[in-house]
């Protein structure tokens, strides 16, 4: 069973920054694409960004491009979502998944991954 990993979150200021790691590890861990989901308080699970590094694909929320930035780094089996420009809505229990979907293909369904972390808790303040 691949297990997940998030950590990085915590509290900061509007217009700040914070840098969420997920390491994967696990015999069974085999994967090419991670994605960064997150979930506020009485709202449901939401896509934030995903990465497909086998074929070099990024993808992003609207509500984050330019702001947040996804990437990997293999030999760590880690993945990292730099968060920059923070704001009060980004205010969240961020994690990481793996899509179960054929040929590692990114999904912005919370339903299309079968393994999550236990998250990461960011709070932004205005």
């Known amino acids: 069973q691949v297990q997940l990993v998030e950590s990085g979150g915590g509290l900061v200021q509007a217009g700040g920054a914070l840098r969420l790691s997920c390491a994967a590890s696990g015999r069974a861990f085999s994967s090419s694409a991670m994605a960064w989901f997150r979930q506020a308080p009485g709202k449901e699970r939401e896509f934030v960004a995903g990465?497909?590094?086998?074929?070099?694909?990024?993808y992003y929320a609207d509500s984050v491009k330019g702001r947040f930035t996804i990437s990997n780094e293999n030999a760590k089996n880690t993945v990292y979502l730099q968060m920059n420009s923070l704001e009060p809505d980004d205010t969240a229990v961020y994690y990481c998944?793996?899509?179960?979907?054929?040929?590692?293909?990114?999904?912005?369904?919370?339903?299309?991954?079968?393994?999550w972390g236990q998250g990461t808790q960011v709070t932004v303040s205005s």
């Open positions: 998944g793996i899509p179960t979907l054929p040929y590692h293909t990114v999904s912005r369904s919370r339903y299309d991954y079968g393994s």
């Open positions: 990465i497909n590094w086998n074929i070099g694909m990024t």
